[in-house]
């Protein structure tokens, strides 16, 4: 063989099948959509032909959308001379022990874009801060204080690791690849937001502190913000008071005090924020953006939970991304590109009653949420070239 000859040994795979009744089957894609490149994945001989073996069930499309996405940042950070070591994925979370009985003894596969949905003590607030735990401890130091905590994580970046970590009365060990280690250097930024966050909005060094950055990152990352948003259109800063110009269908809303908001809309600016953060982050370190039922305020009409993921799917770009809510309506609404798991009810019973980490929802009233926003709360502005109404 000359030098310069080459051997091309890649495969042009699908990751839904081409064909009805193929490997990881339609996936509610047309016949148009799965022949689109983005329902493709280029793999070496090896793994393009065990990724269609047994009809396709020893890897899912979840998997597959996970390498293609991971592979193609890791591709990107190389062309732009960025650390390879950045790109990552938490691949599973292992409960032997934990607050709601439900999760205890499960293993969760997580994909790039996952969903978990059931209802309220069923264990998707306390799955979130597991997942979180690797990064920041002290939330399994909090649940150790009413009931042991067992745990193990599995993450690859991109060699595989595990973490078993172990909460007691407040105290947490971990086990770092087989070996006792004081505490685990962040493998990942975990970026967790719950309703309690919602006004934080309104604050920029209590929105700093939440996404777990200084204030001047946190006024960098909103400067970013208006070119990509589909409805903030300013941001300003008034000590430490933001001040959010928002576009509400035409109508433009300068907001001088964010509790007037309502839920819906002040959910809506936080995630807007966190989409951008993850993107941004991303590029720095494995990031895995986690959502505890903030969707829950996009229950009506039912399309606006089908634009929030679709939004998220988008803006998050190669962060990892967990969407926790109670409404049904997020399955319906998560696409092909998202991976579901239902949780079901089950009361744990500790000493000293029931415990339970989801959040209270408040049931959203759109129609007082966009009126009543004259006055010292909210400016009413026109839009410049139209005519008042």
């Known amino acids: 063989m000359s030098p310069r000859q080459t051997v091309n040994i890649g495969v042009a795979a699908h990751i839904y099948a081409a064909a009805s009744g193929g490997p990881r089957g339609a996936g509610g894609l047309s016949a148009t959509e ?19 073996s047994d009809g396709g069930r020893i890897y899912s499309a979840a998997d597959l959308q996970a390498w293609k996405r991971l592979h193609e940042a890791r591709k990107a950070a190389e062309v732009n001379g960025a650390p390879l070591h950045n790109i990552g994925l938490v691949e599973s979370i292992s409960v032997n022990s934990a607050p709601v009985a439900s999760l205890e003894g499960r293993t969760f596969d997580l994909a790039m874009r996952n969903v978990f949905i059931g209802p309220s003590a069923s264990g998707k607030s306390v799955l979130t801060r597991l997942i979180a735990s690797v990064s920041y401890p002290d939330h399994v130091a909090d649940m150790s204080r009413c009931r042991d905590v067992d745990m193990a994580v ?5 060699h595989t690791h595990d973490v078993i970590t172990t909460g007691r009365r407040g105290q947490v060990t971990h086990v770092l690849d ?102 941004l982050h991303a590029h720095v370190e494995p990031t895995f953006l986690l959502i505890d039922e903030l969707l829950d305020f996009y229950r009506h009409p039912p399309s606006a939970q089908v634009d929030v993921l679709d939004r998220l799917q988008r803006a998050a770009e190669h962060a990892q991304v967990a969407i926790v809510g109670h409404s049904i309506g997020l399955v319906e609404a998560a696409s092909s590109g998202w ?16 415990i339970d980490f989801e959040v209270a929802i408040e049931e959203p009233n759109a129609e007082k949420q966009l009126s009543n926003r004259h ?9 410049p070239g139209q005519p008042p109404t």
């Open 339 to 354: 991976t579901v798991t239902a949780m079901e009810y089950h009361p744990s019973t500790i000493s000293g009653g029931q």
């Open 375 to 383: 006055g010292h709360y909210a400016q009413s502005v026109e839009p």
């Open 178 to 279: 087989g070996r006792p280690v004081p505490y685990v250097a962040r493998p990942y930024k975990t970026i967790l937001l719950n309703g309690m966050h919602r006004n934080c909005v309104g604050n920029i060094v209590k929105l700093a502190h939440t996404f777990d950055l200084s204030v001047s990152a946190m006024k960098g990352t909103l400067s970013l913000l208006c070119s990509q948003s589909n409805f903030v259109r300013a941001v300003h800063y008034e000590d430490t008071r933001v001040r959010w110009v928002l576009d509400i269908n035409g109508r433009i809303l300068d907001v001088v005090d964010i509790q007037w908001l309502g839920n819906h809309l002040q959910s809506s600016i936080l995630l807007e924020v966190a989409g951008i953060h993850a993107q």
């Open 34 to 52: 799965r022949s689109e490149p983005e329902n493709g994945i280029w793999c070496c001989f090896k793994h393009g032909k065990a990724i269609d």
């Open 154 to 158: 599995r993450w690859f970046d991109p």
